[in-house]
C-alpha cells in the first residue's frame, strides 16, 4: 500500500480549507487506502477532519479509527447533492481543519464545484489494473477526467500482468505530471528496463523513430537518470512563442490523450541557434543532448534539450501513439 504518499505534513494556506480527493471507480480500494492512511502518524493532527464518502463500497469505515482519528464521515448520495452551499454547511457543522473526499467514479469529476475558500491540495488515483481495460474501452472520458490532475496515481492488483509498459505510457499521456506506481501483491513493481524500450540506449545517438515517440517523451519526463546527458534525434513539428527567450523552440508532436477532442502538443523545450529562422508548424529533425533544469512550465525540473542541429524534415501526419 503507497499509503505513505499522502502528504498532510506540508504547510497549509490557512485562508483556504485544504482538500484531499481520492479518486477511483467501484472497488479500486479507495477506502482501503484511506483507512491505512488515517492509521499513519502523518495523518494525525489537533484539529477535526471532515470525510466525505460519495459511493457506497463493499468496505465500511472502522467507527473506531474515524472517532479516534477525529473524523467525521458523511456519505453524499448523488451529485446534486455536492453543491458549493451543502459543502459549505458541512463546513459550519463540523468546523473541520481539512476535507478528505471519497469520489464515485460514475460522477464526472469535471461537474465538481467547491465553495471559493475551498481548495483541492492533494489529487489521489486509485486504480483496480485488473478492470483498467473495461473502463478505457467503455469509459475513458470519465477516467481521464479522474487522472488528469492527479498528483499520484497508484495501479494496484497487477499481479499477473508482465508488460506494464503500454498501462504506463497510457496514463502518463492522461496525467503527464503526476507520479504512476504500480503495486502487485507483494508491494512496488519496478520501472521497466532500457532493453524493453524500442529503441537502443547504449548508442552514442538514440534514434527515436516516430513510432516511439509516445514512448520516448513519456519516459523522459520521468527517468532523469536514464537520459540526462544522452543525444537523441527524433522528427517534430516546430512550436514558438514571443514568450519564449531568445533561441528556443518547442519541437513536438500531436497526441490524443482521451478523444479526439482532446489533442494535445507533446514536445520539450529546446535551445538551438536555428531558432530564429524556424516557423511555427515547420517540420524538423532535431539532434540534441538532454539535460534536466527549471523551466516555469514544467513547474519544476524537466527535460531541456540543447541542439546539436536542427534540419528541415518531411511531415509526419500521425498522431503519436502510446
Do not use: H
Given at each position: 500500500?503507497?499509503?505513505?504518499k499522502?502528504?498532510?505534513?506540508d504547510t ?7 482538500v ?5 471507480f467501484?472497488?479500486?480500494g ?9 492509521q499513519?502518524d502523518?495523518?494525525q493532527?489537533d484539529?477535526?477532519?471532515?470525510l ?7 468496505t465500511e469505515y472502522?467507527?473506531?479509527?474515524l472517532?479516534r ?8 448520495e448523488s451529485?446534486?447533492?455536492?453543491t458549493?452551499e451543502r459543502l ?13 473526499i471519497?469520489w464515485n ?7 465538481l464545484?467547491?465553495p471559493?475558500d ?10 483496480d489494473m485488473?478492470?483498467?481495460d ?7 472520458p470519465?477516467?481521464?477526467?479522474m487522472?488528469?490532475?492527479?498528483e ?5 492488483r497487477?499481479d ?11 496514463l502518463?499521456?492522461?496525467c503527464q ?10 508491494g512496488?513493481i519496478d ?6 524500450l ?6 552514442d545517438?538514440i534514434?527515436i523513430s ?8 513519456i ?5 532523469r537518470?536514464?537520459?540526462?546527458g544522452?543525444?537523441v534525434e527524433f ?15 518547442v519541437p ?8 479526439e477532442a482532446?489533442m494535445t502538443?507533446?514536445?520539450f ?5 536555428e531558432?530564429k ?5 515547420q ?7 538532454i539535460a ?8 519544476g525540473?524537466?527535460p531541456?534539450?540543447y541542439?546539436?542541429?536542427v534540419q528541415?524534415?518531411?511531415?509526419i501526419?500521425?498522431v503519436?501513439?502510446?
Amino acid at each position: 500500500m503507497a499509503g505513505e504518499k499522502m502528504e498532510y505534513t506540508d504547510t497549509l494556506d490557512d485562508d483556504f480549507m485544504p482538500v484531499f480527493l481520492i479518486n477511483g471507480f467501484l472497488e479500486a480500494g479507495k477506502t482501503q487506502f484511506l483507512q491505512f492512511t488515517m492509521q499513519q502518524d502523518y495523518f494525525q493532527t489537533d484539529g477535526k477532519t471532515l470525510l466525505i464518502v460519495c459511493e457506497d463500497g463493499d468496505t465500511e469505515y472502522d467507527t473506531e479509527l474515524l472517532k479516534r482519528t477525529k473524523t467525521a464521515g458523511i456519505f453524499i448520495e448523488s451529485m446534486d447533492e455536492l453543491t458549493p452551499e451543502r459543502l459549505l454547511e458541512l463546513e459550519l457543522l463540523y468546523n473541520p481543519e481539512r476535507v478528505l473526499i471519497e469520489w464515485n467514479g460514475m460522477w464526472n469529476q469535471d461537474d465538481l464545484q467547491l465553495p471559493d475558500d475551498w481548495r483541492v491540495y492533494q489529487q489521489i488515483t486509485i486504480i483496480d489494473m485488473s478492470t483498467f481495460d473495461l473502463y478505457v474501452a467503455n469509459m475513458k472520458p470519465l477516467l481521464y477526467a479522474m487522472i488528469k490532475n492527479s498528483e499520484l496515481v497508484i495501479c494496484n492488483r497487477c499481479d499477473g500482468i508482465e508488460d506494464l509498459s503500454g498501462y504506463r505510457r497510457t496514463l502518463k499521456s492522461m496525467c503527464q505530471r503526476g507520479e504512476i506506481v504500480f503495486e502487485d501483491s507483494e508491494g512496488e513493481i519496478d520501472e521497466i528496463a532500457d532493453e524493453d524500450l524500442p529503441y537502443d540506449m547504449s548508442a552514442d545517438v538514440i534514434a527515436i523513430s516516430p513510432e516511439a515517440y509516445g514512448i520516448w517523451y513519456i519516459d523522459c519526463m520521468d527517468r532523469r537518470d536514464r537520459y540526462e546527458g544522452k543525444i537523441v534525434e527524433f522528427t517534430a513539428m516546430v512550436l514558438k512563442s514571443p514568450e519564449f527567450p531568445k533561441n528556443y523552440f518547442v519541437p513536438g508532436r500531436m497526441a490524443m490523450t482521451c478523444c479526439e477532442a482532446d489533442m494535445t502538443f507533446l514536445g520539450f523545450v529546446t535551445k538551438a541557434r536555428e531558432a530564429k529562422d524556424l516557423q511555427t508548424k515547420q517540420w524538423v529533425k532535431v539532434r540534441a543532448r538532454i539535460a534536466y533544469e527549471f523551466w516555469k512550465d514544467y513547474e519544476g525540473e524537466g527535460p531541456v534539450l540543447y541542439a546539436e542541429s536542427v534540419q528541415p524534415a518531411e511531415p509526419i501526419r500521425d498522431v503519436v501513439q502510446f
